[in-house]
Nanobody, 120 residues
């Protein structure tokens, strides 16, 4: 399966942005989807995850209440709606397919990353 992340950009504090993850070539609906972010010099950080049937969602504490992850298995897509963005949300965002876990090593496929920059 191949993943394509998109939707990043330059926004201001308080703005909203939706990141999309599109999958092709595999059984998207059989796996959880996770979003991670990374800034230079730091490890990849879990942001949010959604189970294969969307019955379970998990969010990192810094984004809980502001970000919402959804998926559409008919379209092989997963969207991360990010509200009330803060400068500390800046980073390269990656979507990944695998197990429902904050551990990046448990994901089997990764998108190429999309840059989100939040200006103060």
């Amino acid at each position: 399966v191949q993943l394509q992340a998109s939707g990043g950009g330059l926004v201001q504090t308080g703005d909203s942005l939706t990141l999309s993850c599109a999958a092709s070539g595999g059984a998207f609906r059989d796996y959880a989807i996770g979003w991670f972010r990374q800034v230079p010099g730091k490890e990849r950080e879990f942001v949010a995850g959604i189970s294969w049937n969307a019955a379970m969602r998990d969010y990192a504490v810094p984004v809980k209440g502001r970000f919402t992850l959804s998926r559409d298995n008919a379209k092989n897509t997963a969207d991360l709606l990010m509200n009330s963005l803060k400068p500390e949300d800046t980073g390269t965002y990656y979507c990944a397919l695998g197990s429902m876990t904050p551990r990046p090593e448990r994901y089997k496929a990764w998108g190429q990353g999309t840059q989100v920059t939040v200006s103060s």
